[in-house]
């Protein structure tokens, strides 16, 4: 990654966790989805599995930014 010498490790870790925290609304809102779709008579499959894609997604991406975060000690 890219160096910004005039962010400190504790500007960069703010950042991070913001970032991460915004993931998990996400992913928490797609999970009402989830939760919602399957409560129909006749869910979606289509838009189960695409819901469920975004969270794997998501998963993933604060999977990378965890790590990031850690480098930072």
Same mark, same amino acid.
């Given at each position: 990654m890219e160096e910004y010498e005039t962010l400190s490790d504790s500007e /960069? $870790?703010? =950042? #991070?966790? =913001?970032? #991460? /925290?915004n993931i998990q609304y996400? /992913? &928490? +809102?797609? @999970? !009402?989805d989830l939760i919602s @779709? +399957? $409560?129909? &008579?006749e869910p979606n499959q289509l838009t189960i599995s695409e819901t469920q894609k975004q969270i794997d997604d998501l998963d993933a991406r604060q999977t990378a930014l965890q $790590? @990031? !975060?850690?480098l930072l000690g």
């Open positions: /960069k $870790a703010t =950042s #991070i966790r =913001s970032k #991460i /925290k996400q /992913k &928490y +809102n797609f @999970e !009402l @779709e +399957n $409560a129909v &008579y $790590a @990031e !975060l850690d």
